[in-house]
């Protein structure tokens, strides 16, 4: 993962998942571009202040809470309204990805990328979880799966709310990545193939899986599969994975191994990371667990 923080911007990019960047600028007064292009589509959201953007021969104003679509090749440019300036949130993503996406959910154009119309946005719902996808791609503590997943269930969501998609998520709570929505209990879609998909990612779950392996395993797409496995489920295959590592590093804790060894042998980037997410779901620290079941 690529970061480049300074005291007013970040920028983020990780190199397991090329075809989204991401930008974060917390006070914009000085933020003021020509016009330019990006051959990405580009995704934005108004954290503060007010902006303006000129772009298919009309000027728009941004204010705090509004969604801006960029398409490839828009010329625009930006600046800000006010005199403390603006904050705001920016998502680049690969079309060829961003495609795939959108042919899984009947939303592409006759095979073709779909442009999105119109510029600005309204929709709560959308800003709540663009800028909720920011939060999950900064944070050090979700691997590239949950990134992945995360940003698929996104754009599976913005092709539902935008009118072209078939699928209704929702947001996961408590350190989640978002889900689809779905009954619990019954008859599930794709019901053999996540039952697949879960065993892998069981058999496997120490290893950086990534959401196109899991798939493949489960003969899905990887928008059908999160779709079918937070429906079967309740919780997302890197929610699920995240379970089975926990669940793994338990039982190595009661056979009194050493906590750094259980926190690289389950998967986790480092003994830091292993603690936190051990502390999330067992509300107490490896430490603690093992003493206890030590005594």
């Given at each position: 993962?690529?970061?480049?923080?300074?005291?007013?911007?970040?920028?983020?990019?990780?190199?397991?998942?090329?075809?989204?960047?991401?930008?974060?600028?917390?006070?914009?007064?000085?933020?003021?571009?020509?016009?330019?292009?990006?051959?990405?589509?580009?995704?934005?959201?108004?954290?503060?202040?007010?902006?303006?953007?000129?772009?298919?021969?009309?000027?728009?104003?941004?204010?705090?809470?509004?969604?801006?679509?960029?398409?490839?090749?828009?010329?625009?440019?930006?600046?800000?309204?006010?005199?403390?300036?603006?904050?705001?949130?920016?998502?680049?993503?690969?079309?060829?990805?961003?495609?795939?996406?959108?042919?899984?959910?009947?939303?592409?154009?006759?095979?073709?990328?779909?442009?999105?119309?119109?510029?600005?946005?309204?929709?709560?719902?959308?800003?709540?979880?663009?800028?909720?996808?920011?939060?999950?791609?900064?944070?050090?503590?979700?691997?590239?799966?949950?990134?992945?997943?995360?940003?698929?269930?996104?754009?599976?969501?913005?092709?539902?709310?935008?009118?072209?998609?078939?699928?209704r998520l929702y947001a996961t709570g408590h350190g989640g990545v978002g889900g689809v929505a779905g009954m619990q209990g019954g008859k599930h879609a794709g019901g053999k193939g996540v039952l697949r998909a879960a065993e892998y990612i069981r058999a496997h779950c120490e290893q950086p899986l990534r959401l196109n392996g899991?798939?493949?395993?489960?003969?899905?797409?990887?928008?059908?599969?999160?779709?079918?496995?937070?429906?079967?489920?309740?919780?997302?295959?890197?929610?699920?994975?995240?379970?089975?590592?926990?669940?793994?590093?338990?039982?190595?804790?009661?056979?009194?191994?050493?906590?750094?060894?259980?926190?690289?042998?389950?998967?986790?980037?480092?003994?830091?990371?292993?603690?936190?997410?051990?502390?999330?779901?067992?509300?107490?620290?490896?430490?603690?667990?093992?003493?206890?079941?030590?005594?």
């Amino acid at each position: 993962m690529v970061e480049a923080p300074n005291r007013n911007q970040y920028f983020w990019h990780d190199r397991e998942l090329p075809f989204i960047e991401a930008r974060h600028v917390r006070e914009g007064r000085d933020i003021r571009s020509d016009k330019h292009t990006h051959d990405t589509f580009s995704i934005g959201a108004i954290l503060g202040g007010a902006s303006a953007c000129h772009m298919r021969r009309a000027q728009h104003e941004l204010s705090t809470g509004t969604v801006i679509f960029i398409n490839p090749e828009d010329v625009h440019d930006c600046h800000p309204l006010v005199e403390r300036g603006w904050a705001f949130q920016m998502l680049y993503v690969d079309t060829d990805w961003l495609l795939d996406v959108q042919a899984q959910n009947d939303a592409d154009a006759n095979g073709k990328f779909a442009a999105y119309d119109p510029v600005l946005s309204q929709d709560s719902v959308i800003f709540a979880q663009l800028t909720r996808l920011g939060r999950i791609l900064a944070d050090r503590d979700i691997p590239a799966l949950g990134k992945e997943e995360a940003a698929t269930a996104f754009f599976c969501l913005l092709a539902e709310r935008t009118g072209r998609g078939k699928t209704r998520l929702y947001a996961t709570g408590h350190g989640g990545v978002g889900g689809v929505a779905g009954m619990q209990g019954g008859k599930h879609a794709g019901g053999k193939g996540v039952l697949r998909a879960a065993e892998y990612i069981r058999a496997h779950c120490e290893q950086p899986l990534r959401l196109n392996g899991i798939s493949a395993q489960a003969g899905m797409t990887p928008s059908a599969l999160v779709r079918a496995f937070g429906q079967q489920y309740g919780i997302t295959p890197h929610a699920y994975l995240m379970n089975c590592r926990i669940q793994r590093a338990r039982h190595a804790l009661k056979r009194g191994e050493r906590i750094v060894d259980v926190a690289l042998a389950c998967g986790f980037a480092d003994q830091a990371h292993f603690q936190r997410i051990f502390k999330r779901q067992m509300t107490a620290t490896p430490r603690q667990y093992a003493h206890v079941m030590s005594a």
